[in-house]
């Protein structure tokens, strides 16, 4: 199967990357880039662990296929962190222990900057309803609507 070359930006450095036509995002972002914080959970688009943003929208990494954002902006988890800080997302999550084994919060905190991005005062249930995509086998998710709110209020005030 022949390569194509393809330029992206990920999470804000320009890459150059020769992939073939069936090669996942996912696969590229851990394998070829060494970003291992989009998780491979389910592989079928129905957990949200690998959630990224391209372009500024939350995609499922596991059903992209990478020839398709070639010259897209790509955001993942560790595209977050500024100088060495933690974004005040994933601030709010290790305040209000919304992480527990963590496997599923990388894509839950990118579905929650594309959230607070677009509406940075969403109420419970739109939460709820942004939190649809994403399956956490630890929390119940109470401590994570938590965080989102005090993540939507810190930001607001920022």
């Known amino acids: 199967m022949e390569e194509r070359k393809i330029k992206i930006k990920v999470n804000g450095r320009d890459c150059e990357l020769n992939v073939k036509p069936n090669e996942l ?3 590229v972002l851990r394998n070829k880039l060494g970003l291992c914080g989009t998780k491979y959970g389910c592989g079928t688009g129905d957990c949200g662990a690998c959630t990224v943003l391209v372009n500024n929208e939350p995609r499922l990494s596991c059903l992209t ?4 954002v070639d ?3 790509i955001t993942t988890i560790e595209g977050l962190v500024t100088n060495g800080k933690l ?3 994933q ?3 290790v305040k209000h222990g919304a992480i ?3 496997f599923c919060i990388p894509g839950i905190i990118i579905m929650t900057k594309a959230l607070l991005d677009e509406n940075p005062h969403p109420t419970d249930e739109e939460i709820k309803e942004a939190l649809k995509g994403h399956l956490c086998r630890c929390t119940g998710y109470i401590n994570i609507i938590k965080a989102i709110k005090a993540a939507s209020l810190e930001m607001s005030q920022a």
């Open 25 to 27: 995002l996912l696969n």
């Open 65 to 68: 296929l990478a020839v398709t």
């Open 71 to 73: 010259g897209a902006e």
């Open 87 to 89: 974004h005040p997302i």
């Open 91 to 93: 601030e709010a999550f």
């Open 100 to 102: 527990q084994c963590g």
